[in-house]
């Protein structure tokens, strides 16, 4: 059986012994982005945000090391656990990470 998949994520595997990418696989969070952290609107979630986060905003959580301060912690919102870094959504750039995602809550956002 051959498999061919384009290689965009940085996640491998072998089959047969042969070298693989997997192309669903969660990407690693590119350092010094934030773009996920900045771009969405949060809705309330207690206690980390009681009043929620508007989209354009960095999050309150956001460190200056552009870290979630919430990160593994139950505090953290739910929409934030659930991103999962993505070739598509992350792009190949940080830039290009904010541009999609202040796509992607336009065309979410309610009207």
């Known amino acids: 059986m051959t498999v061919r998949v384009r290689a965009v994520a940085h996640h491998r595997f072998r ?37 929620g986060k508007p989209a354009g905003e960095r999050c309150p959580h956001l460190t200056a090391a552009i870290t979630c301060a919430l990160f593994g912690t139950p505090a953290r919102p739910a929409v934030c656990s659930s991103l999962r870094p993505s070739a598509e959504m992350c792009g190949d750039s940080a830039a290009a990470a904010m541009a999609g995602l202040v796509r992607l809550e336009a065309l979410t956002a309610p009207r």
């Open 15 to 51: 089959i047969r012994g042969r070298l693989r990418y997997d192309t669903d696989a969660m990407l690693p969070c590119r350092a010094g982005c934030g773009a996920c952290c900045i771009a969405p609107s949060i809705s309330p979630s207690l206690p980390a945000l009681p009043h």
